[in-house]
């Protein structure tokens, strides 16, 4: 029995992993609805919907229950109307049918507001901001991480300094980065190349050391030697690995996003939950956050299907 | 030695067809000259010597197997060989020229995994070429060629993990091949396979060998493989690595597995046991007295012997 619990991964067949994958999704979904549709769970707000004789209650006001109960009371005391209400969470959450409405709302009717922009062109405006943070640490980040694995002096040489480097946080440099490249889309993206390229660097260093030394051995034996030793065994020999690092220093990019978004003028989705928080418009906030990991996580499963197309001989794809 | 065959014939002593055959062998040049090659090894726990004044040569179309305890420098002798690591006394002479680094003259065959597992068979084959510079289309005209001789042509574009391990190291073999080496160096190439699949391989080996101009440094701790295989055998020391023997195996080819249990063969295999595991040195008294303290985990009645 206890054997058959904790089962390896491997044994547990594709079916079973689908149906365990959408339960990982289903259980938390489950939670959300049973705390939001079951009156007797949790809901420590009362919503009223008659203030009765309370002078200072209005419809649709949420009042923390204890504050409602002294207040029916008072008002029976006094012999007057009693409030009505019924039993509510907090504003900061809201039921799950509400936010999937938010969402609807957000992507096929137009924005409510005109002065404030609206979910999709916020994304796209994000998306942009990390393609281009991502580029750009890639164009540098890979190249220096492949040579640093191969030629171990180029290593030493800078692989010191990248390690002090990293630990310094990238949203300090924010101010730093709006009095050198202004406050538009510049230094939003130097955050997201300062957060992701010095750890690229280093993990991609790392994986081209991880590399098979008899598969540069056997290929030296063959005759190649220098640069041919690079692009045509070392690159190739790394390529699905360096694949999946990318994958997850992608999704380090989408995590500085957030602070990257918030240096000089505000500006995508980022600026799209602070504003929709101000107005207290909750269903949207968590529609926009959803609709980030559901970005994040779609295009990483996209980019992992791609990766067992792209290198069928890779082994350790199959055990994902 | 008397001890342990006392019915079997010297394995100094060889038929005159043997004899005759050594002789045509002695008859033609040196490909792979060995002298004093000595190599030490700096590690944090001090220096090793590896190897120390080794002596030997290979002639041309000779097939030679080393053979030795492990750690004796076995690996570290053939990687010198093939240009892999340096050497620190001694010289190491391929045709007369010294070996300074790795180069299509030498072809390996490594005892791990050591195909390209990103490319194709065929592909994997065609790389030697290729880095010579040839056309892609004589490369893969070469490269069928030698897939055909090691009966994997069907395979071409199978990927390495789709093969059994027999059949990569038959890949591995092909590649090596395709560049025509004057010698090819194999360390323990076939130590990984079950004895099934080995002395299949092993019969293959001496079908190439024969039909092809090469010369084989074969590395093993299989006793019965290198008796085999080689004309002569290499037996290593360690501690440090040196040359204890080099035997002029007594048996006739062609070689056939009926062999294994010919006088000369066993004679052979006699002499390479001493030679390798010598008897054990009686213990001495206080040492044999100790017995170990052995606990009893199981029921008293359940006994296995
Ligand atoms: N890179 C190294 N640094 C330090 N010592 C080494 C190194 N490589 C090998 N040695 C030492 O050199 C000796 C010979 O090693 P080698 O691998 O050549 O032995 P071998 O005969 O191939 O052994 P095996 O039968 O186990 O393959 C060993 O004592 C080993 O510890
Ligand atoms: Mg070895």
Known sequence: MISRLFGRAADIDARKRTLLG?????????????????????????????????????VDMLVDKAMFKEEVANMQQAHLALPQGRPSNPIYLPAPDEVAKAFYNGFVNPPRNTDVP????????????????????????????????????????????????????????GALAVAILGIYNGPKIAIIVIGTLFQQVLIIANTTRK????????ARTLGSKNLKLLTKVVVPGILPDLYRDQRILLGWAWTYLIVAELIGTSSGITWFITQQARYQHFDNVYAAIMTIGLIGFGSDLVLARLGRRLFPWDRTQDRQ | ????????????????????????????????????????????????????GIDFSVRRREFVCVIGPSGCGKSTLIRILAGLDRHTSGEALLDGKPITG??????????????????????????????????????????????ELVGLEKFADAYPHQLSGGMRQRVAIARALVNQPRILLMDEPFGALDAQTRAKMQSHLIDIWKNIDVTVLFITHDLDEAIYLADRILVLKAHPGEVQEVIEVPVPRPRMPGQFNSPEFRATKARLETLIHPAPEPLPEDEQAVKPHMIRFTDVHDNVE
Not at chain 1, 211 to 218: F, N, P, Q, S, V
Not at chain 2, 4 to 24: G, H, K, M, N, T
């Open chain 1, 22 to 58: 959408i339960g990982s999704f289903l259980l938390p979904l489950l939670a959300w609805c049973l705390i939001s549709y079951t009156p007797f769970i949790w809901h420590p707000k009362v919503l009223v919907t008659d203030p009765g004789g309370v002078d200072y209650f209005q």
């Open chain 2, 102 to 147: 790795p180069g299509q003259d030498r072809g390996m065959v490594f005892q791990g995994y050591s195909l390209f597992p990103w490319l194709t068979v065929k592909k994997n084959v065609m790389f030697g070429p290729r880095m010579k510079g040839e056309g892609y289309d004589q490369a893969e005209r070469d490269a069928k060629l030698w897939l």
């Open chain 2, 1 to 52: 030695m008397n001890l342990i065959a006392p019915c079997l014939p010297s394995y100094l002593d060889q038929s005159d067809e043997v004899r005759a055959r050594f002789e045509r062998i002695r008859s033609r040049e040196v490909i792979l000259e060995v002298r004093k090659l000595g190599k030490r090894y700096r590690s944090p726990q001090g220096e090793v010597e590896a190897l120390r």
């Open chain 1, 211 to 218: 590399l098979e030394t008899t598969l540069i051995e056997a």
């Open chain 1, 118 to 173: 609206s979910m999709p062109a916020s994304l796209w405006h994000s998306i942009q901001i990390i393609f281009w943070g991502f580029l750009i640490s890639s164009v540098i980040g890979v190249p220096l991480g492949i040579l640093s694995g191969t030629y171990a002096t180029l290593g030493r040489l800078n692989e010191p300094f990248i390690e002090f480097f990293r630990y310094l946080p990238a949203p300090a440099f």
